[in-house]
């Protein structure tokens, strides 16, 4: 019930398409939902982040769509550039809880 | 955020030893966390550790093989004991900060291990 499922596994988009990376949970008691964003040698860095009393959140090129009956929730890189190629990882937890779940991770690789 | 500095960045190890890797913090935290990342894996977290105090292991993981020491609030190792090559892996310092309310995590780039 802790599990949080991410896919897909790897993604290629070409240089100015979109990116959408999928993660669902289990756990109703997770209330805030981040996305990490981590390059090759680097370690994760947060990207953008939403809590269940919204539906969407967006920061410059990337949105978050939260479905919470569902529970289901997904990132979208809107102009997809080179620079976005990274490892995505969507992640779950509680504020009264001290651990992070993180996904599988996504690979994204963009194209020019 | 905090900056995380952690040593070594790499290191190639022979099966049978034993490594410490170091985690400095620029502030002082209350807890730090080790998280291990397998070759094109996602980040599973070995155990949580608070000044003071002996470390929290998570399922799988032991302190035998993995002594975590925390002498101050800016500072924690990790040991990674009688290595074999499934050891092999960055493994991360972390440590939390709140934005509003929520726990939000700061990494360190890593130490990438490799087993021989």
């Known amino acids: 019930q802790q599990q949080v499922k991410q896919s897909p596994q790897s993604l290629i988009v070409q240089k100015g398409g979109i990116s959408i990376i999928n993660c669902a949970y289990e756990n109703t008691a997770f209330d805030y939902f981040p996305w990490y964003q981590q390059f090759p040698g680097k370690g994760p860095a947060l990207l953008i982040a939403?809590?269940?009393?919204?539906s969407e959140k967006k920061e410059g090129r990337f949105t978050i769509s939260f479905n919470k009956s569902a529970k289901q929730f997904s990132l979208h890189i809107m102009d997809s550039q080179p620079g976005d190629s990274a490892t995505y990882f969507c992640a779950a937890s509680t504020t009264s809880y001290d651990k992070v779940i993180f996904g599988p991770g996504t690979s994204l690789s963009v194209i020019p | 955020s905090a900056v995380i500095s952690q040593k070594p960045s790499r290191d190639i190890c022979q099966r049978g030893t034993s490594l410490t890797i170091q985690c400095q913090v620029d502030s002082q935290v209350t807890m730090m966390f080790w998280y291990r990342q397998q070759p094109g894996q996602s980040l599973t977290l070995i155990a949580t550790a608070n000044q003071g105090s002996e470390a929290t292991y998570e399922s799988g993981f032991v302190i035998d093989k993995f002594p975590i020491s925390r002498p101050n609030l800016t500072f924690s190792t990790l040991t990674v004991s009688n290595m074999s090559p499934e050891d092999s892996s960055i493994y991360l310092c972390?440590?939390?900060?709140?934005?509003?309310?929520?726990?939000?995590?700061?990494f360190g780039a890593g130490s990438r291990l490799t087993v021989l």
């Open positions: 972390s440590v939390r900060g709140q934005t509003s309310g929520a726990n939000v995590l700061t």
């Open positions: 939403i809590r269940p009393d919204v």
